[in-house]
C-alpha cells in the first residue's frame, strides 16, 4: 500500500514560484490538499511582491522562469536582502553543475523534473520541521569568529556572513562535537534527515560554502577539517 502523502507541520506556508501554468496548478493543487497555505507566482517580480505579505516557510522555487530572472538570481537576491527563508529548487536541469550552482545561490534543496509528488511534499515538510526544531538564540564565539545560529549569521573580524539554514545546521552540528571525526553519513542523517535525498556532495559544497565564511583561508582551513575516507570534524 502507497503511503499518503505527507501533512506539513501546523500553519506551514510556502511561496512557489513557477512559470509553468499546468504545473503551477497542479503543485497549488496538492500542496493545499495535504494543508499548506499557498502563495502561487508566475513571476520574479511577482513573487518580489508577494514574499513579505505571504511570511512563507519555505521557498519553492523553478529555476528557469521565461525571460525574467532565474530561480537562482531570483533567491541570491533575497539572500542580499538578508532573507534566509529555506529553499528548494524544482527544475529540469539535473546536471551536478546545476545542482552545486542551485546550492551555491543560497538553496537548500534540489528537485529535479520529472519528479515525484509524494518526494517534494515530503522533503518540503521535512525543510520546515527541521527549521521550527533549531534551537533558538544559541550563538558560539571561539577564535575571532561568532555564529548567532538562531540569526543565520556568521562574523568574523568584525564583518558578517549570512548562513543558509542548512549551513547553520551543519556548522551546528560539527561545532557541538569539537575535534571528533563525524562522518558524512551520519551528517546527511542528523542535519538533512531521513526524509531527505541528499548525495555526500551536497555536504562537501557545503563544507566548502562554509570554509569562505568562517576559515582565514577558505583553501588551507583551520576549523573545518576533511579527515579522509570518513568525513569531517571541526577543531576549536
Not at 502507497?2 to 500553519?11: E, H, I, K, L, V
Not at 512563507?56 to 541570491?76: K, S, W, Y
Not at 538562531?150 to 547553520?168: N, V
Not at 575535534?179 to 557545503?206: C, K, Q, Y
Request: hydrophobic content about 45%; charged content about 25%; glycine content about 6%.
Amino acid at each position: 500500500m502507497t503511503a499518503p502523502p505527507p501533512s506539513p507541520p501546523a500553519r506551514s506556508a510556502v511561496l512557489v514560484v513557477e512559470d509553468e501554468a499546468d504545473l503551477l496548478f497542479l503543485l497549488r493543487q496538492n500542496l493545499t490538499r495535504v494543508g499548506w497555505t499557498v502563495t502561487a507566482c508566475r513571476t520574479a517580480k511577482d513573487a518580489r511582491a508577494a514574499l513579505a505579505e505571504a511570511r512563507p516557510d519555505v521557498l519553492l522555487l523553478d529555476v528557469n522562469l521565461g525571460l525574467g530572472p532565474t530561480g537562482f538570481e531570483l533567491l541570491r537576491g533575497w539572500r542580499a536582502d538578508d532573507v534566509w527563508t529555506p529553499a528548494v529548487f524544482l527544475t529540469a536541469r539535473a546536471g551536478e553543475a546545476d545542482r552545486l550552482a542551485g546550492f551555491a545561490a543560497g538553496g537548500d534543496d534540489y528537485v529535479a523534473k520529472p519528479f515525484s509528488m509524494a518526494e517534494l511534499l515530503a522533503r518540503l515538510a521535512a525543510i520546515v520541521r527541521r527549521a521550527r526544531a533549531a534551537t533558538k538564540g544559541a550563538i558560539w564565539r571561539g577564535a575571532g569568529v561568532e555564529v548567532d545560529f538562531d540569526r543565520y549569521r556568521l562574523t568574523k573580524d568584525g564583518e558578517q556572513y549570512a548562513l543558509t539554514y542548512l549551513e547553520a545546521e551543519l556548522l551546528r552540528y560539527l561545532v557541538e562535537r569539537p575535534n571528533v571525526a563525524v562522518s558524512r553519513s551520519e551528517l546527511l542523517d542528523a542535519v538533512w534527515g531521513e526524509d531527505e535525498f541528499p548525495t555526500t556532495r551536497t555536504i562537501d559544497m557545503h563544507v566548502l560554502n562554509l570554509r569562505r565564511k568562517l576559515e582565514p583561508e577558505a583553501a588551507s582551513p583551520r576549523h573545518l577539517i576533511t579527515v579522509h575516507g570518513v568525513g569531517y570534524k571541526f577543531v576549536p
